[in-house]
């Protein structure tokens, strides 16, 4: 069974996206902000990340960086999800997809789906 991470600060959408994703047959984790999501994923290998780049303590761009030095692996399965007019002007390099708040949850589960049968380094 594929592993999804889902970093999200706004409790609704955390709880929508593990309840979605676990419905769709994947094992979810969620993380409330970057320090907790960095810290699952030392801890943990995940097949994708959904990732908010607007969060409390650490934000996303924080955590991205986190991936290239520690996880360039994991930062290519990564899907931002996001809010934030900087990513809009800036997306983020190397990441999978982007997809702004609100986002259109089919086209969010395309690639996800898409990303999940990419080959992984353990692989």
């Not at 889902?6 to 979810?28: K, P, Q």
């Not at 990513?87 to 969010?108: E, I, N, Y």
């Amino acid at each position: 069974m594929k592993r999804v991470l889902v970093c999200e600060d706004d409790r609704g959408i955390r709880a929508f996206l593990d309840r979605f994703m676990s419905r769709a047959g994947y094992t979810v984790d969620v993380a409330a902000d970057g320090r907790d999501c960095m810290e699952k994923m030392e801890q943990n290998e995940y097949d994708a990340v959904l990732l908010d780049l607007m969060m409390p303590n650490i934000d996303g761009y924080e955590v991205l960086d986190f991936l290239r030095q520690t996880r360039p692996d994991t930062l290519g399965r990564t899907l931002i999800i996001s809010a934030s007019s900087r990513a809009f002007k800036d997306p983020p390099d190397g990441v999978a997809g982007f997809f702004s708040k609100p986002f259109d949850l089919g086209a969010l589960q395309d690639r996800l789906a898409a990303v999940l049968q990419r080959p992984t380094a353990e692989s």
